[in-house]
């Protein structure tokens, strides 16, 4: 049985102080929280900072990036030893901001995968069509892309310590959502697409997420989807009382 993950992105949010104030509000609301994994992805500059408020509760801490060297002259990156120095378990790689606004890559999201998988960090992975690819039914075509090299010389044993989320671009930031039907849709193929290149135990057992306009209200019928294991929030995880209660409807 695969456990639900709620994660959430706080993306350019929040300043240390800010992002301290949300860390405490989350800790008194699910700090007995355990039927859903919760994760919280604050920025850089609140990574050490949030995880002296949560490291003593189930929430778990993540990166919204990292680069895929340990260390060197690599100005304004930031290392997967520095990420799990600050107490992180997991981090997001390849969200559809940093491909759009950053020129990250297939290629490149591969690597970083590699990094985090070899210090032991559970990537996030983002996969997702645009809307313009979702009107040409381009949509499987894309994400199988970005399955084949994202995921490329990866073993049954990294994809067991990896999860993926599916984000339609077109959903994210605008409030509009995959229909349950739409979302359901993709994670099955998804999940066949892994079945088929790793095994049918690592495709059982692979949690993937849904990512794009999850609200309280929409939570609960996609997290009841057969092959949608969770969230990865925006918007909505900036509020301790919109992302408490999506961790709690997912369940």
Not at 91 to 102: Q, T, W
Not at 190 to 218: D, H, M
Request: hydrophobic content about 40%; charged content about 25%.
């Amino acid at each position: 049985m695969r456990k639900i993950m709620i994660a959430g992105n706080w993306k350019m949010y929040k300043t240390i102080g800010e992002a301290s104030m949300l860390a405490e509000e989350l800790k008194k609301e699910l700090a007995t929280f355990i039927e859903a994994d919760i994760v919280i992805c604050p920025t850089f500059t609140a990574l050490n900072t949030v995880y002296s408020i949560v490291e003593d509760t189930p929430i778990k801490l993540g990166a919204q990036n990292l680069f895929w060297e340990s260390e060197g002259a690599y100005t304004g990156e930031i290392s997967p030893v520095m990420i799990k120095a600050c107490g992180c378990e997991y981090v997001i790689i390849g969200h559809s901001e940093r491909r759009k606004y950053f020129n990250e890559t297939n290629e490149t999201v591969n690597k970083r995968i590699k990094a985090a998988l070899g210090i032991g960090l559970n990537p996030i992975i983002c996969v997702g069509e645009t809307l313009q690819e979702r009107e040409a039914d381009k949509t499987k075509a894309i994400i199988e892309e970005q399955l084949t090299g994202g995921l490329e010389g990866l073993s049954n044993e990294d994809m067991a310590n990896s999860i993926i989320a599916y984000e339609p671009v077109w959903a994210i930031g605008t409030g509009k959502t995959a229909t349950p039907d739409q979302a359901q849709e993709i994670h099955a193929f998804i999940r066949g697409w892994i079945k088929e290149k790793f095994s049918t135990l690592i495709s059982e057992n692979l949690r993937i997420l849904y990512g794009g306009s999850v609200k309280p209200e929409n939570s609960k019928e996609l997290m009841g989807q057969a092959d949608i294991d969770g969230a990865l929030v925006g918007g909505a995880s900036l509020k301790e009382d919109s992302f408490a209660q999506i961790a709690k409807n997912a369940v």
